[in-house]
T-cell receptor, first 115, second 108 residues
């Protein structure tokens, strides 16, 4: 088990649906991340939050909307997704975000299928 | 963003053998990190080695870093079937990203 909890583990949604992915950590980490991983590919960075403020948006389409309600929670709101958005979505946290100087702690991901 | 490149892409060995995988990079770094990912799971942090360190050990893992050659290696000794996974290096320099990884298969 990891110290970063992601829900749900699996999600199937239609292209017109709105859904949210949730991530929670209680390690007191101040940086949180969303990654997208396609099969047999490395994780690709989507967003970084540092001290609850969005620090990095890797030119992610607006149909993905991140939210950091507090230092322990990270959401990813999904709307009008495309089938090619089907992937494993990974949440991670680290003690700080000093440009990659802290180890990342990952959740086990949400397997998203867009139909 | 900076990215390491791992080689080989795939490695298949027998249980008990050692496995070595390499990571090369092109930029200056503060540190380099190695992660393991079992199929369909999240990544697990293995070791972080700082730019002023040359070698680091953790259990059966040994990581070396050669900043002059801009390369790092991860050695897993006495491998076990449970070591079957993908291994990624990540550069701790600015906005670090993951390379394509090495897929290790350890046959019982």
């Amino acid at each position: 088990d990891t110290e970063v909890t992601q829900t749900p583990k699996h999600l199937v949604m239609g292209m017109t649906n709105k859904k949210s992915l949730k991530c929670e950590q209680h390690m007191g980490h101040r940086a949180m991340y969303w990654y997208k991983q396609k099969a047999k590919k490395p994780p690709e960075l989507m967003f970084v939050y540092s001290y609850e403020k969005l620090s990095i948006n890797e030119s992610v389409p607006s149909r993905f909307s991140p939210e950091c309600p507090n230092s322990s929670l990270l959401n990813l709101h999904l709307h009008a997704l495309q089938p090619e958005d089907s992937a494993l979505y990974l949440c991670a946290s680290s003690q700080g975000w000093g440009g990659g100087n802290s180890p990342l702690h990952f959740g086990n991901g949400t397997r998203l299928t867009v139909t | 963003s900076q990215q390491g490149e791992e080689d080989p892409q795939a490695l298949s060995i027998q249980e008990g053998e050692n496995a070595t995988m390499n990571c090369s990079y092109k930029t200056s770094i503060n540190n380099l990190q190695w992660y393991r990912q079992n199929s369909g799971r999240g990544l697990v942090h293995l070791i972080l080695i700082r730019s002023n360190e040359r070698e680091k050990h953790s259990g059966r893992l040994r990581v070396t870093l050669d900043t002059s050659k801009k390369s790092s290696s991860l050695l897993i000794t006495a491998s076990r079937a449970a070591d079957t996974a993908s291994y990624f290096c990540a550069l701790g320099a600015g906005k670090s990203t993951f390379g394509d990884g090495t897929t290790l298969t350890v046959k019982p």
